[in-house]
């Protein structure tokens, strides 16, 4: 699949996720399989203040290209300043969010929000569009409230202002994440525009992405949530998608992957806020393992790089040695 110039290796793609979609996140998807990642949603205001933190978002590395950044705004001016901000930070796709649902995005006018108002929407693709070279695509949701599908309209004013590509979530503002999310209106929404649509919603296993593609006709397939913990769910996705079977994950990769996280966030933001950071963020690999709780309970007191990584591999060779029982078990009872 292109997104105008950009070629995707498959048709996977990771959604942007507010405080977890960084670079160290972006790597560990990446190397699972995924065929475009996409950074956290990144204020356009923040950008055109200087804002190191927010400048420091942006940053992305030659490991996981093609990347997206993702900008979100309510002020054209200051989108399309901000998306050439993200251009020469070395974005391959620069992504502008019509979709958050978060109420205190909603309030400043953007996200969601504009999706009430098509000719502000208008005003900012046609300036972003004017402002940068590299493909521009939108994410959108299928419209503010059930009572109109905002959503074709604005994917109309979206093809016709030079997009690319469009990211469909179809439920609506106010549903945020509740109720299902209504895959028919992708496939209208495919039939109506003729640029790539990129699927999103109740992908949370990798047969879930092949139903959208064959129920729907989309281009690609837009996972968010699923990929937390999991991120081998790209690759997943793409053996079914070849008629293989699912690849599984065992105990050595997943255990090499949480130290590569640690190592690469290190790196990122340093020892002291990553450590912090990883003590919620290393219990998304081990749920439903045995033990867990307790793995959980002593990553909370982790300062160090060292210390997590001892603690790491202590966990898994517990695991390993509880295979090892369970096996000769097995054996002695046949």
Not at 2 to 14: F, P
Not at 282 to 308: D, Y
Request: with cysteine; glycine share 6%.
């Amino acid at each position: 699949m292109n997104i105008r110039n950009i070629k995707l290796n498959n048709i996977t793609v990771l959604a942007p996720l507010a405080g977890i979609t960084n670079l160290p996140f972006r790597l560990i998807v990446k190397e699972a399989g995924c065929g475009l990642v996409c950074s956290e949603m990144i204020s356009s205001n923040a950008l055109s203040y200087g804002s190191k933190k927010t400048i420091d978002m942006m940053h992305t590395c030659a490991e996981e290209k093609p990347v997206s950044v993702q900008i979100f705004g309510a002020d054209p001016a200051i989108i399309a300043y901000a998306a050439k901000m993200a251009q020469e930070a070395g974005a391959d796709i620069l992504d502008i969010n019509f979709g958050c649902s978060v109420k205190k995005i909603l309030k400043s006018g953007a996200g969601a929000a504009l999706m009430k108002e098509p000719e502000k929407t208008k005003a900012i693709l046609t300036k972003t569009r004017a402002a940068v070279n590299i493909p521009l695509t939108i994410k959108i949701r299928s419209g503010w409230d059930p009572t109109g599908k905002d959503a074709f309209k604005i994917a109309q004013i979206a093809e016709d202002c030079g997009v690319d590509a469009i990211a469909f979530h179809p439920r609506t503002a106010t549903q945020g994440f509740i109720g299902k999310s209504d895959w028919s209106l992708i496939t209208r929404m495919k039939q109506q525009v003729s640029v790539p649509i990129i699927g999103n919603g109740d992908i949370s296993e990798p047969k879930d992405a092949i139903d959208m593609l064959n129920q729907t006709g989309c281009d690609a397939i837009m996972v968010g949530r699923a990929a937390i913990g999991n991120p081998w769910i790209f690759s997943q996705i793409h053996a079914l998608l070849k008629n293989e079977k699912i690849p599984l994950v065992d105990l050595s990769r997943r255990f090499n992957t949480m130290k590569k996280y640690v190592a690469a966030s290190v790196e990122y933001i340093g020892e002291l806020h990553a450590c912090r950071m990883m003590r919620s963020r290393l219990s998304w690999f081990v749920k439903g393992l045995p033990n867990s709780s307790r793995f959980r309970k002593s990553i909370t007191k982790i300062r160090t790089l060292e210390e997590a990584e001892t603690l790491i591999d202590e966990y898994f060779d517990f695991l390993l040695e509880k295979e090892k029982a369970d096996s000769l078990k097995v054996e002695g009872e046949r």
